[in-house]
């Protein structure tokens, strides 16, 4: 009997919906110091009163910080102004496209002609008010991204510019998300830049790197329908 009972006991331990073992936790590791003795390069701190505002000149007061009012084409020509003839850095631009800009909404050009894009507006600073997001279309797909905020006293202040090589421009709660080529086929490096308050602008905060999906095969076409004989027609050698 007591073996009996030590068979039936030992039976349901292996039953359906009892507790199994997983194997051996894997152990955790951390990231190890390659060449501890080494001096790394330092890297200098940030200013502490942030970088200076880059405010536009040449347009009226933005009233009550409200960005909706701002017209884009009159912002980036305003800027063109400021800084002609440049061709690298934040406010380079071809030859080819600050001509179009200076020729947007003159009579003759039409409206896709001019390489400033639709605005978008978000709230990039966190303050509670729409910021202005402007894009500029360059050749070769190039492009220039601008974002903009409007202070208290009216002054509209130019906190990120960049040009890049872009396949597509996000917007992720209060990140500018541009993705890119990067330099390996068949990936892309994804940046976000997010609003610094220290530093009063927008930076490169996030980098990285993701494979793009492969494009599916082509669907292919049916094959011809074999030619049809003629009614009447009969084989050759017929009586």
């Not at 507790?19 to 003795?37: D, I, N, R």
């Not at 490096?189 to 990285?208: F, G, N, V, Y």
Request: net charge negative; hydrophobic share 35%; proline share 14%.
């Amino acid at each position: 009997m007591v073996a009996l009972l030590a068979s039936v006991l030992s039976a349901g331990c292996g039953s359906t919906g009892s507790l199994a073992s997983a194997g051996p936790t894997p152990t955790a590791s951390g990231p190890l110091h390659l060449w501890p003795e080494r001096q790394g390069a330092q890297v200098p701190p940030a200013g502490p009163g942030g970088a200076p505002p880059q405010y536009v000149q040449g347009l009226p007061p933005v009233s009550h910080q409200d960005v909706h009012g701002v017209d884009p084409v009159a912002l980036v020509q305003a800027e063109l102004r400021a800084h002609p003839d440049i061709s690298v850095g934040a406010d380079g631009m071809p030859p080819e496209t600050a001509a179009a800009i200076r020729a947007c909404g003159t009579p003759g050009q039409a409206p896709e002609k001019c390489p400033v894009l639709r605005p978008y507006y978000r709230d990039l600073t966190g303050n509670g008010k729409d910021d202005l997001v402007v894009g500029i279309e360059f050749p070769d797909r190039m492009m220039s991204v601008r974002a903009y905020t409007a202070d208290e006293a009216g002054r509209l202040n130019r906190i990120m510019a960049t040009t890049q090589t872009v396949v597509a421009v996000e917007v992720a709660g209060q990140d500018v998300i541009l993705r890119v080529p990067s330099g390996n086929p068949g990936y892309e490096l994804i940046t976000a830049w997010s609003w610094d308050e220290k530093q009063k602008t927008m930076l490169p905060t996030r980098e990285q790197i993701v494979r793009v999906p492969a494009a599916a095969p082509p669907t292919p076409s049916a094959p011809p329908a074999p030619p049809r004989a003629s009614p009447g027609a009969s084989g050759a050698g017929a009586p």
